[in-house]
T-cell receptor, first 115, second 113 residues
Framework: DAGITQSPRHKVTETGTPVTLRCHQTENHRYMYWYRQDPGHGLRLIHYSYGVKDTDKGEVSDGYSVSRSKTEDFLLTLESATSSQTSVYFC??????????????FGPGTRLTVT | KNQVEQSPQSLIILEGKNCTLQCNYTVSPFSNLRWYKQDTGRGPVSLTIMTFSENTKSNGRYTATLDADTKQSSLHITASQLSDSASYICVVSAQQAGTALIFGKGTTLSVSS
């Protein structure tokens, strides 16, 4: 998985609790992304980062926040988890933006269940 | 609206047979098109990336084609193996930074012996 780890790999949490997912890379790539994958939908972008402390919203950013204090780490936080946020979350990295023909490498995913 | 449509939704073939998966897109301005393979419980893995000027690209038994005029792509799998059972995702990139990738919903391929 191209030097990308995600933690935790599985999590069950209750509605209303805060949750933080971590993505760690060893490739020194500039761009990092958080996606969610749900049945009946393609992968959807939540937030992305184009450098340390540089982040922007994606297609489905409501209810999520991110932070990137180091090149290698990108955190996704659900401030108050809801059942609609039950999903599989993927982190991805890339040397450049998707608008250029650079590979985007995906992590192994985190399965989050909100009860 | 930028969209990527894949067909069929699912497909079952016998080991050793060939198959072709389809992708139609309405992404503009077009930058590149990617095919990913996603095994159950794992992250997607890139098979090919094609830019506007490329109309065929191969990766082992996988051959992708691109017709930028008709906005269609196909992924042909030759001599299928059991390990080819996976979801195949077509992804189109627009010429803009950051949020440029538009994902199809995927075609689920099952190869049986």
């Amino acid at each position: 998985d191209a030097g990308i780890t995600q933690s935790p790999r599985h999590k069950v949490t209750e509605t209303g609790t805060p949750v933080t997912l971590r993505c760690h890379q060893t490739e020194n790539h500039r761009y990092m992304y958080w996606y969610r994958q749900d049945p009946g939908h393609g992968l959807r972008l939540i937030h992305y980062s184009y450098g340390v402390k540089d982040t922007d919203k994606g297609e489905v950013s409501d209810g999520y926040s991110v932070s990137r204090s180091k090149t290698e780490d990108f955190l996704l936080t659900l401030e108050s988890a809801t059942s609609s946020q039950t999903s599989v979350y993927f982190c991805a990295i890339s040397e450049s933006s998707g608008g250029e023909a650079y590979e985007q490498y995906f992590g192994p995913g985190t399965r989050l269940t909100v009860t | 609206k930028n969209q990527v449509e894949q067909s069929p939704q699912s497909l079952i073939i016998l080991e050793g047979k060939n198959c072709t998966l389809q992708c139609n897109y309405t992404v503009s301005p077009f930058s590149n098109l990617r095919w990913y393979k996603q095994d159950t419980g794992r992250g997607p893995v890139s098979l090919t990336i094609m830019t506007f000027s490329e109309n065929t690209k191969s990766n082992g038994r996988y051959t992708a084609t691109l017709d930028a005029d008709t906005k269609q792509s196909s992924l042909h799998i030759t001599a299928s193996q059991l390990s080819d059972s996976a979801s195949y995702i077509c992804v189109v990139s627009a010429q803009q930074a950051g949020t440029a990738l538009i994902f199809g919903k995927g075609t689920t391929l099952s190869v049986s012996s």
